[in-house]
C-alpha cells in the first residue's frame, strides 16, 4: 500500500498563496489517482481535488475551482496543491489520498490517507 506524507501548511493572509505537497513511498505511485480533502473544526471532511493517475484528468469542488490547482511529478512520486486567493473559509487540516480508482477518491473512500496538514487563512 501506498504511503503519505503532506506538507506545506502554515498561516497565510486572506489572498494569499500557499502549495500543499503530498510525497508518496511504497507501491507505484503511477498507478494512483490522487486527491486532497479538507476537514475544518465542527465539520464533516469534504472533497477538495482529485487528479488521474497521468494527470490528465482533474476535478475540483466548486468552493475551490479557479482558485486551487492539483498537480503531480510522477518522477518525484509527489502531488501538489497550488491554493492561491486563500479565504478564511479555505481553514482546514488538509490530507491528500491515493486510490486506484479515481472514482473511489470522489467518494471519499480511497485506500491510503496521508496524515493532514494545517492551513489557516487569517482575515
Known amino acids: 500500500q501506498v504511503r503519505l506524507v503532506e506538507s506545506g501548511g502554515g498561516l497565510v493572509q486572506a489572498g494569499g498563496s500557499l502549495r500543499l505537497s503530498c510525497a508518496a513511498s511504497?507501491?507505484?505511485?503511477?498507478?494512483?489517482?490522487m486527491g486532497w480533502f479538507r476537514q475544518a473544526p465542527g465539520k464533516e471532511r469534504e472533497f477538495v481535488a482529485v487528479t488521474g493517475w497521468s494527470g490528465g484528468s482533474t476535478y475540483y469542488s466548486d468552493s475551490v475551482k479557479g482558485r486551487f490547482t492539483i498537480s503531480r511529478d510522477n518522477a518525484k512520486n509527489t502531488a501538489y496543491l497550488q491554493m492561491n486567493r486563500l479565504k478564511p473559509e479555505d481553514t482546514a487540516v488538509y490530507y491528500c489520498n491515493a486510490d486506484s480508482l479515481l472514482s473511489r477518491i470522489l467518494g471519499g473512500h480511497a485506500d491510503a490517507w496521508g496524515q493532514g496538514t494545517q492551513v489557516t487563512v487569517s482575515s
Open positions: 511504497g507501491r507505484s505511485f503511477n498507478n494512483y489517482a
